[in-house]
């Protein structure tokens, strides 16, 4: 097969048939998009691969922005978007198409300033309440394994972290790549060593579109070892990843 960078026809319009690419992505989050507040500039792995992706299909970025990662992945049933960048998991699959893993991160805990909790042994106890994002992977993964804590949902990763600033919660759980981010705007909170678990990230379509996954599947292996990803990730800053 031939470098992805030359489509055909139906590929483009499998990929995006309304002659834009329309990018689903999580407002706040390295690994989607952190928008600067003065000039408006974006980037984020997410951002910087669908906008690669746009170029070699030779049709413009769509940004298509969501509050939290439950409202993206729920907005690729309708499908208000042609791509995403989510982690991998089967409920998903049922309405979602996924290329190879681009990144994993791990899943782990942020404690504010001034928590009696001292390592991860601690939080899954009775009287803790932990905030997550509403959807996210750090949900899926705790809904199934607390067994004395509390689970918080908040609206995406900016809930969950009110729930945590009003102090609803004494402990917020996601991707590490968000809590790093969070963690530099809260000052005293530490990001615990260690890890619940981790999530594979990957692009998603929505299915039906089966003439573009050949291509996608092939662009993102070449995002990775041509270093697309690697860059996106020092753009960015980003840490936590596996």
Not at 53 to 68: D, N, Q, W
Not at 72 to 95: C, K, N, S
Not at 205 to 212: E, F, L, V
Not at 213 to 225: D, I, M, P, T
Request: contains cysteine; charged residues 20%.
């Amino acid at each position: 097969m031939s470098k992805s960078g030359s489509p055909a026809p139906r590929v483009r319009d499998a990929l995006a048939p309304t002659g834009k690419l329309r990018v689903g992505l999580n407002i706040g989050g390295p690994t989607h998009v952190i928008c600067d507040s003065a000039s408006g500039a974006m980037k984020g792995v997410g951002f910087d691969l669908g906008t690669e992706l746009a170029k070699r299909l030779g049709v413009p970025i769509e940004p298509v922005m969501y509050a939290s990662i439950g409202q993206l992945v729920d907005g690729g049933r309708a499908p208000e978007w042609d791509i995403a960048f989510v982690g991998i998991d089967p409920q998903r699959e049922l309405f979602l198409d996924f290329t190879g893993c681009h990144l994993e991160l791990e899943v782990g805990y942020l404690l504010p300033a001034g928590s009696p909790i001292a390592g991860f042994s601690g939080v899954d106890q009775a009287g803790v309440r932990i905030a997550v994002p509403q959807k996210g992977h750090a949900d899926i993964i705790l809904s199934r394994a607390l067994k004395k804590a509390t689970l918080l949902r908040g609206a995406g990763i900016g809930g969950a972290a009110e729930l945590l600033g009003a102090g609803k919660a004494n402990v917020l759980s996601a991707n590490k790549a968000n809590l790093f981010e969070l963690a530099q705007k809260m000052p005293g909170a530490r990001v615990l060593d260690g890890r619940i678990g981790t999530e594979q990230l990957a692009m998603a379509i929505p299915k039906g579109r089966d003439d573009g996954l050949a291509y996608a599947r092939q662009f993102v292996e070449e995002a990775k070892s041509d270093g697309l990803v690697t860059a996106a990730i020092e753009r960015v800053g980003l840490r936590g990843a596996v």
